[in-house]
């Protein structure tokens, strides 16, 4: 599990890294191993729900957009912040429309990069 969580933020890091206008926030880039327990938690689950979802669809997972792939990623992280954070700023559980282009981008990285592992 830790396996997991640690691929999913080492993929969040490159993503932020590649698509990222400008220099990134620090907490943005926070190594694995100063990342807090609760995103750590985060980071495994999504990637074990990305994971899930590969393998029940039979790796048909390859049909979809890179946009679809994304949302899938978001909205599993959505999900996440509401069970850790009681009341998250309306930035960390924005709707796919309103994520700036280098988080979507970065979460079809993420997808992409899971889908790689099954």
């Given amino acids: 599990m830790t396996e997991d969580g640690r691929i999913f933020r080492e993929a969040w890091i490159a993503g932020v890294r590649k698509h990222f206008p400008g220099e990134p926030k620090p907490g943005y880039v926070t190594p694995w191993e100063d990342t807090p327990e609760w995103e750590r938690a985060s980071a495994a689950a999504v990637f074990g729900q990305v ?3 590969v393998a029940v669809s039979a790796g048909t997972t ?3 957009t890179r946009e679809q792939k994304g949302r899938f990623v ?3 992280w959505i999900a996440q912040i509401h069970k850790h954070i009681d009341d998250p700023k309306p930035g960390y559980v924005a709707d796919w429309d309103d994520l700036p282009k280098w988080q979507q981008e970065t979460d079809a990285d993420i997808f992409e990069t899971i889908e ?3």
């Fill in 51 to 53: 994971r899930e979802f």
């Fill in 62 to 64: 390859a049909k979809l």
């Fill in 74 to 76: 978001a909205i599993c």
């Fill in 116 to 118: 790689r592992q099954v």
